[in-house]
C-alpha cells in the first residue's frame, strides 16, 4: 500500500513537470517572432540532454514511470527546439 501511493506521488509530480512546458510552448508557437527572446537555446538543448540521461536510467532499471514521464518530457523539449530551429531558419534565408 505504501509502495503504490510513492509510485502515484512520483507519478504525478513526474506528469505535472512533463506538462509544464505545454504553457511555453504555446506561447513559443503564437509569439515566434520573439522566440529568441523567450527562451534559450543553451537550456533547451541541457534540459533535453538530461531528460534523455534520466530516460536511459529508467530503460535500465527498467522502470515504467521513468520511462513514460521522459518520453513525454523529451517530447516536449524537442518541440520546443523544432520551433526555435525553425524560425531561426526563417530569419536567416537569403
Known amino acids: 500500500m505504501v509502495d503504490a501511493f510513492v509510485d502515484m506521488i512520483g507519478l504525478l509530480g513526474g506528469l505535472v513537470l512533463s506538462l509544464s512546458f505545454i504553457p511555453q510552448i504555446r506561447k513559443m508557437w ?7 527572446n523567450q527562451i534559450s537555446l543553451t537550456w533547451i538543448m541541457v534540459t533535453l540532454f538530461g531528460g534523455t540521461l534520466y530516460l536511459i536510467f529508467g530503460l ?4 515504467w514511470g521513468i520511462i513514460i514521464l521522459n518520453v513525454v518530457a523529451n517530447a516536449s523539449m524537442i518541440l520546443m527546439l523544432a520551433i526555435y530551429l525553425g524560425v531561426w531558419r526563417e530569419e536567416n534565408e537569403i
Open 60 to 63: 535500465l532499471l527498467p522502470n
Open 30 to 36: 503564437a509569439e515566434r517572432r520573439n522566440v529568441f
